[in-house]
């Protein structure tokens, strides 16, 4: 290689692989984890990403998959690892009502309060959407009920601008009983 020439590029994935590669990204995305482990067992990254960003674990997690999802977690696949967006599986279950999910999700080190880029936290997507048994869940996982996304608003104030008619009430005795 010549100075020139600068450096040198990832050769491209020719069709077969590139339709394999597709292939294990619907395994994740339909809940297929018997044949993920199959797979990671033969050497698949349990971390590898689609052209979105998105992680086998972020899309079985998405679509509330908890036996896939907890099979990539023992293959060591990153609850914290960023889809393009910015979104974490946890945020993803969360925003679905994917309360199992989430369970495993924060069992395997995933940051409660790992935040999208605008600062919305995963509380603040299951009190938006009226996730009552999630928000439980992430307060007891130690959520921050004053967290604040990039425009001030707190997971409280987001419930409220939703008409989330469960969590509202949720959050301010919450907030009332200070804990």
Known sequence: MSAESGPAQPPAL???????????????????????RGLLAKG??????????????MLSAYHGFADTVKILLEAAADPEIRNNNGQTPLAGAAFKGHADV??????HG?????????????????????????VDLLL?????????????????AAAQAMG???????LQARLASGS
């Open 14 to 36: 020719d069709d077969a692989t590139l339709e394999f590669a597709n292939q294990v990204f619907e395994l994740a995305r339909n809940g297929d984890g018997d044949t993920l």
């Open 44 to 57: 698949l990254p349990a971390n590898i990403r689609n052209s979105k960003g998105d992680s086998m674990l």
């Open 102 to 107: 989430v369970r495993l999700l924060l069992e």
């Open 110 to 134: 995933a940051n409660v309060e790992g935040a999208s880029p605008d600062g919305k936290t995963a509380l603040m997507m299951a009190a938006m959407f009226n996730r009552t048994g999630i």
């Open 140 to 156: 007891a996982h130690g959520a921050d009920l004053h967290a604040k996304d990039q425009s001030g608003v707190t997971a409280l």
């Open 164 to 170: 989330a008619p469960d969590t509202v009430p949720q």
